[in-house]
């Protein structure tokens, strides 16, 4: 199979925004957080990225911080949301270490919609699948 046989393999269709209701911790109907779904890019870590996100939040651990970041990247913005100082993967950082309750909530719910657990070993099994 050459590479011209996967041009006629159709497109990933693109999930529609995954909407989180977060009225059960504000209180207010309708308070939701909105993440698009990870394009192949945002599943791999950024070397600068992870290593702010090390910096700022030096207490968990680098599966964490790429969770974080992966949120962070496929957060989609309301508007007024941007300040000068903070990003989205700052916020959902900061949200992880103040209110686990919260967090553990937004990054259950980003998985379940978007599996990216173990992507490293799906790209070596790719890669041994290959091969054989």
């Given at each position: 199979?050459?590479?011209?046989?996967?041009?006629?393999?159709?497109?990933?269709?693109?999930?529609?925004?995954?909407?989180?209701?977060?009225?059960?911790?504000t209180?207010?109907?309708g308070?939701?957080?909105?993440?698009?779904?990870?394009?192949?890019?945002?599943?791999?870590?950024?070397?600068?990225?992870?290593?702010?996100?090390?910096?700022?939040?030096?207490?968990?651990?680098?599966?964490?911080?790429?969770?974080?970041?992966l949120?962070?990247?496929?957060?989609?913005?309301?508007?007024?949301d941007?300040?000068?100082?903070?990003?989205?993967?700052?916020s959902?950082?900061?949200?992880?270490?103040?209110?686990?309750?919260?967090?553990?909530?937004?990054?259950?719910?980003?998985?379940?919609?978007?599996?990216?657990?173990?992507?490293?070993?799906?790209?070596?099994?790719?890669?041994?699948?290959?091969?054989?």
């Amino acid at each position: 199979m050459g590479l011209k046989s996967l041009k006629a393999i159709p497109k990933n269709e693109r999930r529609e925004v995954l909407n989180i209701d977060l009225s059960m911790f504000t209180g207010d109907e309708g308070d939701c957080i909105k993440f698009r779904e990870p394009c192949a890019a945002d599943l791999f870590p950024d070397s600068s990225e992870l290593k702010k996100l090390r910096i700022h939040f030096p207490e968990f651990p680098e599966a964490m911080l790429y969770q974080v970041m992966l949120m962070g990247r496929c957060y989609v913005s309301e508007p007024g949301d941007a300040t000068v100082n903070e990003s989205a993967m700052d916020s959902i950082g900061t949200i992880a270490r103040t209110n686990r309750s919260v967090y553990f909530y937004l990054a259950g719910a980003f998985m379940e919609a978007f599996p990216n657990d173990d992507i490293g070993a799906r790209v070596s099994q790719a890669k041994n699948a290959s091969a054989e």
